[in-house]
C-alpha cells in the first residue's frame, strides 16, 4: 500500500461546480498534512495546511479524519485558474510524504 | 516566506557526463532538501542536505551518484554523475521554514528540468 494515495482524476468540472478530492494516508504517526498545488511544469507551491479542526481559506475548504486516516480538500465555486493537479502531502515526523496528485480541469 | 533560485532551469545532457545544480536562498535556512520528480509521478525526497557535514540520503540514492554540497545556510548544490537517461526528471531544491504559529512548511524552488540523451 502507498503511503499516500490520490485519485489521480482527472476531475472535468464546469466553472461555478463545487469538486472535492480525497486522499488517504497509511502512517497513524503523521503529524502535519498539506496541500499543494502543482502547475504544469512549475513547482508545487502550498495551498493550505490542514489541521484536525479543519480550515477553510476562502473558496478552499481542508479537512482531516485521523481516524479514518483521511484528507480532503474541498473546492467551491471553481474557477478556470484552479485547472492543476493538487498534491496531498503527509509529514512524517522527518520528511515529507507526497501523494501522486490529482489533476483538475475546469472548463467554461 | 523564502526566495529560491536554481541554476540552471533546463539543461539536455549527454549520457555518462554530469550536472551541477545550484540552489539559492534568499535567507538564512536550517533545513534544505533535494527532490526529483520523474515524468508523470510525483515528488520523491533524494536527501537533506546538511550544512557542515554529510547530507542524509533516502533509501535508494547514493552519494556516488548524487553528491550534495551545504556550504552555509543559504547555498546547496547537488550533482548527477555519470548520468544516464533514467536521470531525466526535474530536480527540485526545498526549503523548510519554522513558524511559531503555525506548521513546519517546506517551499520549492522552480527547479530544473534534465533531459539526459
Known amino acids: 500500500r502507498k503511503e499516500v494515495e490520490q485519485d489521480p482524476g482527472p476531475f472535468n468540472v464546469p466553472e461555478g461546480a463545487t469538486v472535492a478530492f480525497n486522499c488517504t494516508y497509511s502512517n497513524s504517526a503523521s503529524q502535519s498534512f498539506f496541500w499543494y498545488r502543482q502547475d504544469c511544469r512549475k513547482e508545487p507551491k502550498l495551498l493550505m495546511s490542514?489541521?484536525?479542526s479543519g480550515n477553510e481559506d476562502g473558496r478552499f475548504t481542508a479537512q482531516l479524519n485521523r481516524a479514518s486516516q483521511y484528507i480532503s480538500l474541498l473546492i467551491r465555486d471553481s474557477k478556470l485558474s484552479d485547472s492543476a493537479t493538487y498534491l496531498c502531502?503527509?509529514?512524517?515526523?522527518?520528511?515529507?510524504?507526497f501523494g501522486t496528485g490529482t489533476r483538475l480541469q475546469v472548463f467554461p | 516566506s523564502a526566495v529560491i533560485s536554481q541554476k540552471p532551469s533546463r539543461d539536455i545532457c549527454q549520457r555518462g557526463t554530469s550536472l551541477t545544480i545550484q540552489c539559492q536562498v534568499d535567507?538564512?535556512?536550517?533545513?534544505m532538501f533535494w527532490y526529483r520528480q520523474q515524468p508523470g509521478q510525483s515528488l520523491t525526497l533524494i536527501a537533506t542536505a546538511n550544512q557542515g557535514s554529510e547530507a542524509t540520503y533516502e533509501s535508494g540514492f547514493v552519494i556516488d551518484k548524487f553528491p550534495i554540497s551545504r556550504p552555509n545556510l543559504t547555498f546547496s548544490t547537488l550533482t548527477v554523475s555519470n548520468m544516464s537517461p533514467e536521470d531525466s526528471s526535474i530536480y527540485l531544491c526545498?526549503?523548510?521554514?519554522?513558524?511559531?504559529?503555525?506548521?513546519?512548511?517546506?517551499?520549492f524552488g522552480p527547479g530544473t528540468r534534465l533531459t539526459v540523451l
Open positions: 490542514v489541521y484536525s
Open positions: 526545498s526549503v523548510e521554514e519554522w513558524s511559531e504559529s503555525s506548521t513546519d512548511t517546506q517551499y
Open positions: 535567507s538564512q535556512v536550517t533545513m
Open positions: 502531502v503527509v509529514d512524517n515526523t522527518d520528511k515529507l510524504i
